[in-house]
């Protein structure tokens, strides 16, 4: 038979978490679904440390972590800081009604200032990822998967680069169950600088993390695009000249076609009589040469001479020389016609040789990158004040700064506080989730004291920045190279 006094007392024992919507009930000496917030001694405490970025001395100078500035402060929120307190660890505002964690009070230059940091519970948020390469990743609007469940989808390519959209409300909470969480999870990965594994629906299989080239069918990437087809013809068209009497840059996008092209009529060069497939758009410039793909210059074309649609006989002669290349150089070939002005395999001279292997050295390194946005909604806001809106409105007057981990965002304009932050400049494992499912991430407001009273912030719950530092689960970082302003 139970023992009806000792199931009360263990209840008893219980702590019931209320930092977001699924309220946990907490064993002692357990963490709730999230592993942010466990029961201590039957205090709800926060498990993870507080970060705190610090100026460090290196090579006898200070540098700032995270924010940017200079010695003599111009009046702008991005002086020289000791200390600041990152929403990191900082824990949250909700259910809405309560003050921000943390509302630091610190000086600098002679002005005071007010910091006032949270955690934020997005279930409105997103990734951007930014994929550099040519390759055939799958087209517009198709769906981006995880195991099997859709997280995003392809958005517009652009200089490039592939761009992928992924999480959203409607992932997180508009699908199935497993969709959400699986959502969620992906999303927190690749927020945390981790590597994830997505398929494409019609496309390729690639592998994503931050500031990490991506794999592309098992294949790492290895540069990209030094520009379009017709870009490459315009910066090293006078390179060519009298070397070469055509060159094809093979292209996915604008294929170009050097003695055609502007920049070869400027050089004088004779038009060399060959037609490439596709749809001609201006001279020595051709769009839809080929079907997207693999291949040479992200087409699905392995010989180059598969696009060539005839040489004209009243024009090409025998002997002309003909390089076909693509945009990263990473394809190359060289040709002579014969008699019969058939294009054949040859050697390729020093001197082409040479403007081949510079455009490669000009393709920059290819990367994955991945910023995080979000809209801080009514709980941020009223973390800092008793009337958000005054929030907004400062934060676009730029009274306002407003960052991520110490990491500087981009506020986008219109409505709300919509903003976007790169994670590689952010502190690593910024980012936590709750099984909502939702995002947490850190954001920061700092404002003079003057304006934070103006907009009706939380004075009485304002804390000095000394204060702060004596807390007992506080890790205290450095300089990030990534973020800007932080060298």
Excluded at 64 to 90: C, H, K, N, R, Y
Excluded at 245 to 264: C, K, P, R, Y
Excluded at 396 to 404: E, G, N, P, Q, Y
Aim: with cysteine; charged share 20%.
């Amino acid at each position: 038979m139970t023992d009806a006094l000792a199931v009360k007392d263990k209840d008893a024992e219980l702590v019931r978490c209320d930092a977001c919507p699924v309220l946990c009930r907490i064993r002692p000496g357990k963490t709730g679904a999230c592993d942010r917030y466990a029961n201590v001694a039957g205090v709800l405490t926060r498990v993870d440390p507080l970060v705190v970025t610090e100026q460090a001395a290196v090579q006898g100078r200070n540098v700032v972590p995270f924010l940017a500035g200079s010695e003599a402060w111009d009046g702008q929120l991005m002086a020289p800081q000791p200390a600041f307190v990152t929403g990191i660890g900082a824990g949250t505002t909700y259910p809405d009604y309560k003050p921000a964690p943390f509302i630091v009070a610190s000086e600098h230059q002679g002005i005071d200032m007010v910091t006032v940091v949270t955690e934020g519970i997005f279930s409105y948020c997103g990734l951007k990822v930014k994929i550099d390469t040519d390759r055939y990743l799958g087209p517009e609007q198709a769906a981006v998967r995880v195991n099997g469940e859709a997280i995003g989808h392809v958005t517009t390519m652009e200089y490039g680069s592939q761009m992928l959209s992924l999480g959203g409300v409607h992932h997180l909470t508009g699908g199935s169950k497993k969709e959400g969480t699986t959502t969620c999870d992906a999303m927190l990965k690749l927020a945390n600088k981790q590597a994830v594994t997505v398929t494409i629906d019609g496309g390729s299989e690639v592998v994503i993390q931050a500031g990490k080239a991506p794999i592309v069918n098992g294949t790492p990437e290895q540069r990209m695009r030094v520009g379009c087809g017709s870009a490459t013809i315009g910066i090293f068209a006078k390179q060519w000249h009298g070397h070469v009497d055509e060159v094809i840059v093979v292209d996915d996008h604008i294929t170009g076609v050097l003695s055609e092209h502007q920049a070869g009529r400027f050089l004088d060069m004779p038009l060399a009589g060959i037609r490439v497939r596709g749809r001609k758009s201006t001279p020595g410039r051709y769009f839809q040469v080929a079907e997207p793909g693999l291949g040479w210059g992200g087409t699905n074309v392995s010989d180059p001479l598969d696009i060539i649609e005839k040489i004209d006989a009243a024009t090409a002669w025998p002997g002309m020389r003909l390089l076909m290349v693509s945009t990263t150089g990473e394809h190359s070939a060289w040709y002579v016609l014969d008699d019969q002005l058939k294009p054949q395999p040859a050697e390729m001279p020093a001197p082409i040789t040479k403007v081949v292997e510079r455009i490669a050295e000009n393709c920059e390194p290819s990367l994955c990158t991945v910023l995080f946005m979000a809209g801080a909604g009514g709980s941020l806001r009223a973390g800092v004040t008793e009337n958000p809106v005054r929030l907004t409105i400062s934060v676009k007057d730029r009274l306002t700064r407003v960052t991520s981990g110490g990491a500087p965002v981009f506020v986008w304009p219109g409505g709300g506080i919509t903003y976007m932050v790169d994670v590689l400049a952010m502190p690593d494992n910024s980012f936590g989730y709750v099984p909502t499912p939702a995002l947490v991430a850190p954001i920061e407001f700092t404002m003079t004291r003057e304006d934070y009273a103006a907009l009706g912030g939380h004075m009485d719950h304002v804390v000095r920045l000394e204060d702060v530092l004596r807390e007992t689960r506080l890790t205290r970082l450095g300089p990030n190279s990534l973020t800007p302003g932080a060298a």
